[in-house]
T-cell receptor, first 114, second 111 residues
C-alpha cells in the first residue's frame, strides 16, 4: 500500500516553456503532498506543501508564480514549472503523507532545461 | 526553524560497521526518519524514531535521544550496495508535520 506514482520520470524542455509534473496516490487518499527539489550532491529542499482543495504553502525563496501547484483531488497533485530556465534543471520529488507518520515518495522527475 | 547536521561523507569497508550521526534542533519534534537514497532515485524509508532508544531492523538500527537532539543510523555487515546517501529528516508538529532533511551523508563502501 501507499504508492505514489510520479510522471514523467525525466523531461527535457526548451528555455521559456512550461513543464507539468504529476503525482498520484494510487491506493490511498493524500490530503497533503510535499514537493521537493534536489540539486546534484545536495539534500532535498522543501519547495511547498499542498493540501487538497486549498492553496499551497510555499517555502521562503520559492516563487509561487513560477512553480504552480494544484491539488484539486485527494489523489492528484501537480507541479508546473512555468517559463523554465536552465537554473531550474533539477530533480523534483513529491511526497505524500500517509497514515499519520508515513511519508511515501514518488520516483522523482529529472528536469533538464536547455 | 530547524537545524539538522550530519557528516557530508563517510567511507567504510565491506563487512564492517558504520555509524552515521545526526543532530537536530527543532521546536516541535515529532519524529525522526532515516532514508537511503541512491543517485538519481527517490529516497527509500529505513527507520522511524519518535521515542528514545534503539530501533533495530535487520542490518540497520537507529537510535534517538530527544534530550540531546541526537540520532544515529548504524549499518552492520556492510555490503557494496549500501553505498548511497543517507538522509536524516525531522518532523516538526509546529510546521504542519512537514519533514525537513539534513544535508545527507554520502557513504562509500570499499572492498
Amino acid at each position: 500500500g501507499a504508492v505514489v506514482s510520479q510522471h514523467p520520470s525525466w523531461v527535457i524542455c526548451k528555455s521559456g516553456t512550461s513543464v507539468k509534473i504529476e503525482c498520484r496516490s494510487l491506493d490511498f487518499q493524500a490530503t497533503t503532498m510535499f514537493w521537493y527539489r534536489q540539486f546534484p550532491k545536495q539534500s532535498l529542499m522543501l519547495m511547498a506543501t499542498s493540501n487538497e482543495g486549498s492553496k499551497a504553502t510555499y517555502e521562503q525563496g520559492v516563487e509561487k508564480d513560477k512553480f504552480l501547484i494544484n491539488h484539486a483531488s485527494l489523489t492528484l497533485s501537480t507541479l508546473t514549472v512555468t517559463s523554465a530556465h536552465p537554473e531550474d534543471s533539477s530533480f523534483y520529488i513529491c511526497s505524500a503523507l500517509w497514515q499519520n507518520y508515513g511519508y511515501t515518495f514518488g520516483s522523482g522527475t529529472r528536469l533538464t532545461v536547455v | 526553524g530547524q537545524n539538522i547536521d550530519q557528516p557530508t561523507e563517510m567511507t567504510a569497508t565491506e563487512g564492517a560497521i558504520v555509524q552515521i550521526n545526526c543532530t537536530y534542533q527543532t521546536s516541535g519534534f515529532n519524529g525522526l526518519f532515516w532514508y537511503q537514497q541512491h543517485a538519481g532515485e527517490a529516497p527509500t524509508f529505513l527507520s522511524y524514531n519518535v521515542l528514545d532508544g534503539l530501533e533495530e531492523k535487520g542490518r540497520f538500527s537507529s537510535f534517538l535521544s530527544r534530550s540531546k537532539g541526537y540520532s544515529y543510523l548504524l549499518l552492520k555487515e556492510l555490503q557494496m550496495k549500501d553505498s548511497a546517501s543517507y538522509l536524516c529528516a525531522v518532523r516538526d508538529r509546529d510546521a504542519g508535520n512537514m519533514l525537513t532533511f539534513g544535508g545527507g551523508t554520502r557513504l562509500m563502501v570499499k572492498p
